[in-house]
């Protein structure tokens, strides 16, 4: 069976404080979008991968991409919302009969063994979301400006990539766009599947402000560390 990652780059770096997309911006010497590509091929070396950037930053993706030589590297132009991001990638290449993952761009800490465990269970079941359990004391916002505590135990923080089989996960994004779509597992639940949780990483961050450059960096260094020397722990 096919394997295909569609990857969400559409970032503008807003939260960053910094005029360059954050999915360009650089960790351990390379960009996280390199880091991301790395992992997905890293997992499986016939994986086809279509990369989703805004129009003005196209070039620099495929700059990138001339790093990864004979690799089946695509491009396309996102939408206006992430669903309609999706969607576009989706449609670039002949999708039947695969694996799809949909993954964020800056999730650049992904392992090579999630990607696999993902694969794996949507070959089983026909999803895979991966997410991790709460560690913070979770309280509900309501109207009145109020707030509810919630059961931790109960709570999941989704990441990415989300893996399904195709004839799931086309049909869906076909249905109309809702606000309610917040990632792809609400889009496929919205159509009337179930959803399978998969466990996560807690290093699976998704880059967003300065600080998590900052503790990337420093994963990547005791990653390497643990590669040179078997018995570093961290």
Not at 107 to 127: M, N
Not at 140 to 158: C, F, G, H, L, M
Not at 172 to 186: I, K, L, M, P
Request: charged share 25%; proline share 4%.
């Amino acid at each position: 069976m096919k394997k295909i990652a569609v990857i969400v780059a559409g970032g503008s770096g807003q939260r960053m404080g910094v005029p360059t997309p954050k999915q360009f911006l650089e960790v351990n010497g390379k960009p996280l979008l390199w880091h991301t590509i790395t992992a997905f091929f890293q997992a499986f070396e016939d994986i086809e991968l279509v990369i989703v950037l805004p129009e003005t930053h196209l070039e620099s993706g495929k700059s990138i991409a001339t790093r990864f030589t004979s690799k089946n590297i695509h491009f396309t132009i996102g939408g206006a919302t992430r669903f309609h991001s999706v969607q576009k990638g989706l449609q670039y290449l002949d999708t039947s009969n695969s694996i799809l993952f949909v993954h964020d761009g800056v999730r650049c800490l992904l392992t090579p063994d999630l990607i696999k465990r993902c694969c794996h269970q949507a070959l089983e079941k026909g999803s895979a979301i991966p997410a991790v359990a709460a560690t913070d004391s979770i309280r509900i916002a309501t109207d009145n400006e109020e707030s509810i505590v919630a059961d931790r135990n109960k709570v999941r923080i989704i990441q990415t990539p989300q893996t399904f089989k195709s004839e799931l996960l086309i049909p869906a994004f076909q249905q109309d766009y809702n606000e309610s779509f917040t990632d792809e597992a609400t889009v496929v639940e919205a159509f009337g599947e179930k959803i399978f949780l998969i466990y996560g990483e807690y290093n699976n961050l998704k880059i967003t402000r300065p600080i998590d450059l900052l503790i990337a960096e420093k994963i990547m260094e005791e990653r390497e560390l643990a590669r040179k020397d078997p018995n570093f722990t961290f």
